[in-house]
């Protein structure tokens, strides 16, 4: 990754957060992306392949890529709390890493935790990008993308995924419709389609 990676220890709800930021190293960032990773009692951390995948996307896009520990994960403070929490957490690192043009990320747990930021978010802030990668849908109730914000977003997901059934997605996706990316052969964390899922985000960025 052409970029600067920077350690930050931000304010939680329940105590500091653990947070990496990753700067574009040629010009002016776009704007600040925010990725959520997967589960944290599934031994999801900000260091995650598709979370670092993700990173790598936006800061290649000329985006400042900020990952970050949920409550309760590597030196964050706190203990997991079925998504509320994890919720309150974000919403603390956007307001705290991103005054500016704002793009919202995560992977399965961490997407279902941006569809409920990006529902607190819309009407106060403009959101310039959604990437929402594996999502959770057959776990966790997933909040809907709101209509007007479609065309920033992009919904990626494995045909193969065994944690997280392409139907489930579907079945979230279809009565918003809302266009869901589908990885032939993908399983839920990708393994040998990074490079792929990496070109999808770009593209998506791009556009």
């Given at each position: 990754m052409n970029a600067q990676s920077q350690t930050l220890k931000l304010q939680g709800p329940v105590g500091?957060?653990?947070?990496?930021?990753?700067?574009?190293?040629?010009?002016?960032s776009r704007g600040v992306a925010v990725i959520a990773h997967p589960h944290p009692l599934f031994g999801g951390t900000m260091d995650n392949k598709v979370v670092q995948t993700l990173a790598r996307a936006f800061v290649q896009a000329g985006w400042t890529a900020v990952r970050f520990n949920f409550r309760g994960v590597g030196a964050s403070q706190g203990a997991y709390d079925?998504?509320?929490?994890?919720?309150?957490?974000?919403?603390?690192?956007?307001e705290q890493t991103a005054t500016g043009p704002l793009a919202l990320a995560?992977?399965?747990?961490?997407?279902?935790?941006?569809?409920h930021v990006v529902q607190t978010l819309w009407t106060a802030r403009q959101i310039e990008k959604i990437v929402l990668v594996g999502t959770a849908a057959s776990r966790f109730?997933?909040?809907?993308?709101?209509?007007?914000?479609?065309?920033?977003?992009v919904v990626v997901h494995g045909e193969h995924d065994d944690t997280v059934p392409l139907s489930a997605a579907l079945d979230w996706a279809r009565p918003q419709t809302l266009p869901v990316t589908v990885v032939p052969g993908g399983g839920h964390f990708f393994h040998g389609q990074l490079p792929l899922l990496k070109s999808l985000v770009v593209r998506h960025l791009a556009a």
């Open positions: 500091s957060l653990q947070a990496v930021r990753d700067v574009p190293g040629e010009s002016a079925e998504g509320r929490g994890e919720v309150a957490d974000m919403l603390a690192v956007v995560g992977f399965s747990f961490g997407a279902h935790v941006t569809s109730q997933v909040a809907a993308v709101p209509a007007g914000l479609h065309e920033q977003t």
